[in-house]
């Protein structure tokens, strides 16, 4: 990944929509790409109608670095993803013959015709298997069910136990430069500080300042964050609102 | 609303997509829709970014029945819902005297210049009150804040407690005819059910049939969820379901 890559999660499931399930999906990607410096800067959750999922890949992938999707990657009739994603980008479905041979070697006797289906993915998809494990090595091809990739399009399941299991495959593919975040906490309201804050949004380009009141805080009103790839700058710009709020800084961090 | 309602919802926020703040309001929104009868259909996570925001309005209102957004309503740099909105209908921005005159109320002599940008909506706005408390009493103009509604888009605060306590003001704006459910467990596989799957999907039209495996529920391997808004259709899928499925079929409820 790029020092400064941007990223877009797509989750994909009438469950989500209805409230059946809480999503689980983005909120550990959320962290995860905090983590490795990557900036997350679009969501999108749709049904599960392949017209809906084309339409956002085909947004989203030119947009952003990577795309991850989540969901519809199963055998039943509403894992459309695949398909969905192939059409985004005008390719064939083709049945991949590693994952084939996987499949059967897994299922052995008990494989239906219609679980050679997860074998079916973009003709332009590739297999990603990671590019080291806990212990350093790399998996081998054939011995775990890879991640598969579609130009920037990470295609991800639902699940989310394996989700999580997935992500952590290929983790260190995305690892960018980190963001260094501070916050600042205020005992003045939004309104009496939304002059400083503006003067340091202009004085601190690059520095992504954020306002969040809080009502139940036991003795601040407002905290305020600061972010950047440029640590000093970060710095620089906390301890300049600091000066400029004087009296109504309660602490920093 | 139409009994067949549809909704889509659009947070607003680089704290949702640092991971700094975790979303409430879309679970909560969630719930209230489904309860209400209302089809939530999208969901949309975007940064404090007015061309972002202006988009996603743009796309969402002609879609949908009601567009619900959180966040970017305060008097900071970073609040910049309404404008955004404005921009989306091409409409300008205009000081309402209702909302200006409750600002001077309220704040009296702390009263600054800077707070008054909070009156400031779209040309095309309306100021809705919400048709009737737990009381049964409708709230009178002027007693509280309303909710800023432009054409089909509820504009609400992002701060979790206000926008609870703003969405129940308008709630009973959105009642639709109810949306029924009902689940079958299964002890068989995905792809053991698949194909009776395809069958119940292609045999009753207007019920949303989904199939979510669970890999740590103690009796079971799939959920398989039936939706509908006639409720003896869903009834009548779940029945021929369970028949087709027999031995598999743990329970259904």
Known sequence: MSPDATAAILLI???LLSGKVDDENARFLIRELRALGVSLRRIEVVPDV?????????ALSPRFDAVFTSGGVGPTHDDVTLHAVAAAFSMDIVRHPDLEAMLRRGYGDRLRERDLRMADIPSGARLEYGRAGAAGVAASPGSVWPVIVVRNVWVL???????RRKFENVRELFRAAPIHGRALYSAAGEGSIADALDEAVAAFPGVDIGSYPHLDAPDYRVKVTLDGRDAARVNDALAWLAAKLGAAVVRTD
């Open 13 to 15: 499931g009438n469950e």
């Open 50 to 58: 392949p017209e809906e999922i084309t339409d956002s890949v085909r």
């Open 157 to 163: 399941p639902g699940v989310p136990s394996i989700f």
